[in-house]
């Protein structure tokens, strides 16, 4: 493979494939495209172009310096999808946590909205109660006023037919005299 192959990195510290900053999307396609694209060693053209070649032909030959570019995308992609799954970990741990913890805040709003719904109940109980008790004393005051409003006229009465009754008038003459 030539120099300037693009698979194939210099160990220039400025170039930032050196440096590991590539992505992990860039790793794994050299990767593929170093086994893939690897080009066919120069032969001259077959003068039988439909014929089959034998199953003993030679293979193509990969170098030392493919090989070991290979290997070092290898390990990076490797170290990569570590990194990944670990993030990916801590992303579910996560995950689960806030789920578990809205669950129970689900649950105890539930609990709390129940037990509101029975204190309304309750609550609805109790002013129907009062409600009942206060027509009660409203017409038990009406009943009082009824007999105060009787009474007075009674007594009115009593005393106009005492006043009548008794000339009182002359009473109070011969007591003065």
């Given at each position: 493979m030539s120099p300037n192959n693009p698979f194939l990195r210099s160990h220039d510290p400025a170039d930032p494939a050196v440096r590991g900053d590539r992505s992990?999307?860039?790793d794994l396609d050299n990767i593929f495209r170093l086994t893939a694209a690897q080009p066919a060693p120069q032969q001259a053209p077959d003068p039988m172009p439909g014929r089959v070649h034998a199953a003993g032909a030679e293979p193509r030959r990969v170098t030392q310096p493919d090989l070991d570019a290979a290997l070092d995308m290898l390990?990076?992609?490797?170290?990569?999808?570590?990194?990944m799954q670990a993030r990916y970990q801590q992303v579910e741990d996560y995950a689960k946590g806030v789920a578990d913890r809205a669950e129970k805040d689900v649950a105890v709003a539930y609990a709390q909205a129940r037990e509101w719904e029975v204190r309304a109940a309750g609550s609805e109980g109790k002013i129907e109660e009062f409600r009942g008790r206060a027509e009660a004393a409203e017409r038990r005051a009406e009943a009082a006023e009824r007999n105060a409003r009787e009474a007075r006229d009674w007594l009115e009465c009593f005393?106009?037919?005492i006043v009548t009754s008794f000339d009182t008038r002359n009473l109070l003459k011969s007591q003065a005299a």
């Amino acid at each position: 493979m030539s120099p300037n192959n693009p698979f194939l990195r210099s160990h220039d510290p400025a170039d930032p494939a050196v440096r590991g900053d590539r992505s992990i999307g860039q790793d794994l396609d050299n990767i593929f495209r170093l086994t893939a694209a690897q080009p066919a060693p120069q032969q001259a053209p077959d003068p039988m172009p439909g014929r089959v070649h034998a199953a003993g032909a030679e293979p193509r030959r990969v170098t030392q310096p493919d090989l070991d570019a290979a290997l070092d995308m290898l390990n990076r992609a490797s170290k990569a999808m570590d990194l990944m799954q670990a993030r990916y970990q801590q992303v579910e741990d996560y995950a689960k946590g806030v789920a578990d913890r809205a669950e129970k805040d689900v649950a105890v709003a539930y609990a709390q909205a129940r037990e509101w719904e029975v204190r309304a109940a309750g609550s609805e109980g109790k002013i129907e109660e009062f409600r009942g008790r206060a027509e009660a004393a409203e017409r038990r005051a009406e009943a009082a006023e009824r007999n105060a409003r009787e009474a007075r006229d009674w007594l009115e009465c009593f005393y106009d037919k005492i006043v009548t009754s008794f000339d009182t008038r002359n009473l109070l003459k011969s007591q003065a005299a």
